[in-house]
């Protein structure tokens, strides 16, 4: 079928109570482009205010009913063909009507879903679409509102290739040879038989074919086929994490020499293999898994998913030393399996947070008993032909994972997901304190009750770790979801690298994934994936930080007002503040950490903590990194002591500054590849020079800012497609003359864009703020923000950027 963008001139506004409008004023439409995000444009408010998608939870954003509509024209010559509207993510609880008349819904808002709409269009004349959509309590994260990923109208003849009906497999890999099978299923609504001749060509990445087969196949009236084309690659090329390659298939349907349909689909060719003697190997050699969990949400843009974000953030994943990503908590957009796959990013895709019990007041699990099958088959139908996919996790952190009933749900489940593709493997995100909550609690005490009294508080917050730990390596885990875990092909563990060790002698055929894990253990949970063959990798959370669940990740330090660590942060956090990455794309140190600890980075690297926090005692949870920068500049601070963390795997770690020397300090492995120093601050220059057996391997360099504040603008691209999900991201720096960026001088920046583009989102990292994603103006964080446009047409795109004591900075982009 013939796909053609449905994202433009639609209108959005709050759901209107009909008999209200009656009588009162009416409520305005926006105007509006898709992908939308309509939560992230309302006002957020405090608990105490209007009700909000719980509270901290949905980063304070307000919930609701969203309405939209289009107006569109269908020609005459249409009628008697098949048109349906293809929505990739309406979140949730989507109702569609066209022309007054219902025409489908979907409750699940991360499941692509079809409306069939012949039955209800007027012919030669205006036609008109409502979408409305519903986000109210049922989420554990910002989830965003609205038709927040692409729509597409379908059109074809009443003979064609069915929606996601090409599926591409590979059936055997031996050395340069591949046997490839083609499978295209055909859709016949005419009232005869119909006998078919389907072409297949594969094209490698230079667009040359290299294999090719035509088909005949009838179809009967009102049935569907299912057309198997065996094509042989005898110079292939395989798909890896290195060199992801991707062949294209081009299908043409036609009948008696007249055309009827086409299609293309991309592919990969690799083969995937698992023991636990051999762990995973993709193409026949080992691989452990370097991942990340990641949310949906674009930070400033919120839930809107465009094609450009998902492959920037994708890239800077990749670059960051992650090989894998596990969508979290729900299937992932279209547009970032096509960026992993282009990139070479293994995926994890993930079905559902919730089952039969509810998580949030009004969540998925209300629809799940009803509509979990058709949620696996839209997930399995997206994720078909995309050679980045290995794995399909069919929860997250259920709690009925404990039981027999849970356990006997998973098995219904994975088999399922089996039915529909034999080629993956299944894993299950359990966490086991979680499957045996009801009798944790008293676990947790005896516990207490052997160990020692009066711990500190440093101690406390290793405990909330250790805690789950120990739960998880109890024999009441063992036997309560031993069957759980027996489902699956891969069994999916958070937050309990306690049963790595303890699984290899309990359960010898047991493979085991990291599903979730603290970013402060990645030392330790790292060096358990390589001594371990039965374990293949870990996920932390997260490399992306993100909007809601606010402050899980804040560094926090005790003070005599706050003595005790306290979960999540009042209005008006904002963020998590979990991630490698910040939201606007910048590296924290933590990812660098990270880096080092994955064996990628030989050279050390330095991250200096807030002076005003030196001394304190650190009551962060063990998602918190501590407050530290890449920064030498602490304006203020002069003479004031000061923590510096040095990051390297080498056995000694020597800092200096302004060529002075300070000290040296063990690193490497045997000290968590950490080196600590406590001098004055001082401005300058501050030297980290790492040694192993006495030879220098590596160097880190921090300088302070100085002179005057510069105000800089750098687009990530200088030339832009005028296509739909395209995006220019501009990187806003205070910095010094020399490019040293400016930590402490944060102050507003404004922008303005003319021409051929428009300004979607302008951000900061900051964990919290009264400032909105839509407005002109934003304060930076550190030193930095991020501006986001988007092409209107072919052109110039012009951007202005002002700030206060600053000259104003101008950069240009180009759109083709």
Avoid at 55 to 73: D, M, S
Avoid at 145 to 160: E, K, Q, S
Avoid at 780 to 792: D, E, N
Wanted: charged fraction near 25%; charge should be negative.
């Amino acid at each position: 079928m013939i796909h053609t963008s449905f994202n433009d001139n639609w209108q959005t506004r709050r759901k209107v109570n009909p008999f209200a409008e009656l009588v009162g004023s009416v409520a305005p439409f926006l105007n509006v482009t898709l992908p939308h995000d309509a939560m992230i444009g309302q006002d957020r408010v405090p608990p105490d205010g209007a009700v909000t998608m719980e509270g901290g939870a949905g980063a304070y954003f307000q919930g609701g009913v969203f309405e939209y509509r289009k107006t569109f024209f269908v020609p005459e010559e249409l009628r008697g063909k098949r048109i349906l509207f293809e929505f990739e993510g309406v979140y949730r609880d989507a109702t569609v009507h066209i022309n007054g008349d219902y025409a489908g819904q979907r409750p699940y808002g991360y499941s692509p879903f079809t409306v069939d709409a012949d039955a209800f269009l007027r012919y030669g004349q205006d036609n008109e679409i409502r979408v409305e959509a519903r986000a109210h309590q049922d989420s554990r994260w910002y989830s965003g509102a609205g038709i927040y990923r692409d729509v597409w109208m379908l059109t074809g003849d009443v003979v064609r290739i069915a929606p996601d009906g090409v599926r591409v497999a590979t059936l055997d890999v031996e050395g340069e040879r591949a046997v490839v099978e083609v499978a295209t299923r055909l859709r016949n609504d005419s009232i005869a038989p119909r006998t078919l001749d389907l072409a297949v060509s594969i094209l490698d990445s230079s667009g040359n074919a290299v294999a090719d087969d035509v088909t005949k196949v009838t179809v009967l009236p009102g049935e569907y086929a299912t057309a198997r084309s065996r094509v042989y690659l005898r110079q292939a090329r395989l798909w890896d994490v290195d060199s992801p390659h991707l062949y294209t298939s081009q299908l043409t349907l036609g009948d008696a020499g007249q055309w009827l349909d086409s299609g293309i689909v991309h592919f990969g060719v690799r083969s995937l293999r698992l023991d636990p003697e051999r762990g995973l190997r993709l193409n026949g050699r080992g691989i452990k898994l370097r991942g990340t969990c990641v949310h949906h949400d674009s930070g400033p843009l919120g839930a809107a998913t465009y094609a450009r974000a998902e492959e920037r953030r994708v890239q800077i994943l990749k670059d960051a030393g992650f090989n894998a990503i596990r969508m979290s908590h729900h299937p992932m957009s279209k547009a970032m399996l096509n960026a992993c796959d282009r990139h070479g990013m293994l995926v994890v895709d993930e079905t559902f947070d919730m089952w039969t019990s509810t998580k949030s007041g009004f969540d998925y699990s209300l629809h799940f008993p009803e509509w979990w099958e058709r949620d696996v088959e839209a997930m399995v139908a997206k994720d078909y032909n995309h050679p980045s996919v290995i794995m399909y996790s069919i929860g997250n952190e259920i709690p009925e994972t404990g039981s027999a009933v849970g356990a006997a749900w998973g098995r219904k489940l994975a088999e399922k997901i089996r039915s529909l593709d034999g080629g993956r493997y299944v894993t299950n995100a359990i966490n086991c304190h979680l499957a045996v909550i009801t009798e944790a609690a008293t676990l947790q005490q005896e516990q207490q009750e052997d160990g020692e009294n009066g711990a500190g508080i440093n101690t406390l917050m290793a405990e909330m770790a250790d805690t789950t730990n120990r739960i998880s390596a109890s024999d009441l885990v063992t036997r309560r979801t031993a069957e759980s875990f027996g489902v699956l092909d891969i069994a999916g563990m958070n937050y309990a690298d306690s049963r790595y060790a303890l699984d290899r002698e309990l359960f010898p055929n047991r493979i085991i994934l990291g599903t979730e894990t603290f970013p402060t253990r990645i030392d330790r949970t790292w060096q358990l994936v390589e001594q371990y063959s039965h374990v293949i990798g870990d996920f932390t959370w997260t490399g992306w930080d993100y909007l809601g669940e606010v402050g899980i990740g804040r560094p926090r330090y005790a003070t005599p007002e706050n003595p005790k660590p306290v979960f999540g942060a009042p209005f008006p956090a904002l963020l998590a503040g979990c991630g490698d990455i910040d939201i606007t794309g910048h590296r924290r140190p933590a990812s660098y950490y990270r880096e080092i600890v994955f064996g990628l980075r030989t050279a050390p690297y330095i991250a200096v903590q807030h002076p005003g926090t030196h001394g304190k005692t650190f009551i962060g949870s063990p998602w918190a990194w501590s407050d530290s920068t890449a920064s030498w500049t602490w304006p203020g601070w002069e003479g004031k002591p000061v923590t510096v963390e040095v990051y390297s795997d080498a056995d000694e770690v020597e800092l200096l500054l302004n060529n002075r020397p300070v000290n040296r300090a063990p690193a490497g492995p045997a000290h968590r590849y950490r080196a600590h120093f406590d001098l004055p601050y001082e401005p300058g220059e501050l030297c980290a020079v790492a040694y192993r057996n006495g030879a220098e391997t590596g160097r880190c360099r921090l300088a302070s800012a100085r002179g005057p504040v510069t105000l800089t603008a750098e687009a990530d691209r200088p030339v832009l497609t005028a296509t739909h999900g395209e995006l220019g991201f501009i990187a806003l720096t205070l910095t010094d003359p020399h490019g040293t960026c400016w930590t402490g001088a944060d102050r507003p920046v404004r922008v303005e864009v003319s021409g051929t583009g428009q300004l979607m989102a302008l951000g900061s990292a900051a964990p919290e703020s009264l400032e909105r994603f839509d407005a002109a103006e934003r304060h930076t964080y550190q030193g930095r923000a991020l501006a986001i446009v988007r092409p209107t047409a072919i052109g110039k795109i012009h951007i202005r950027v002002t700030a206060p004591g600053c000259e104003a900075t101008e950069t240009t982009i180009t759109v083709e």
